[in-house]
């Protein structure tokens, strides 16, 4: 875990939270916790648009801009990190 939290320790805090919101309020509290957790997680999952240009058979997405040496992700020509890897790209 990324604080190294063990089962004491989320015990206390969990009495804190009971504390503070009350019993009633706990499943409320949870619930809007998880979606809140939901969404962050499907906004960070999200891929990053590539603009997609037609041709006469179909589609196909661009391929101007700077590659990463990391990991080959295509980046926006005036960019100076890659999008998908945050490598500083080279200039």
Known sequence: ???NLGGPE???VL???LIVFGAGKL???F???GRGVRTFRDEAEKKDP???ASTATGSATATSGKFCTSCGKSNAE???FCVQC???LAA
């Open 1 to 3: 875990m990324p604080f």
């Open 10 to 12: 989320l015990v206390f």
């Open 15 to 17: 009495v804190i939270v």
């Open 27 to 29: 499943p409320t509290v």
């Open 31 to 33: 619930g809007q916790l």
């Open 50 to 52: 590539t603009p997609v």
């Open 78 to 80: 005036g960019a100076k």
């Open 86 to 88: 945050g490598t500083p």
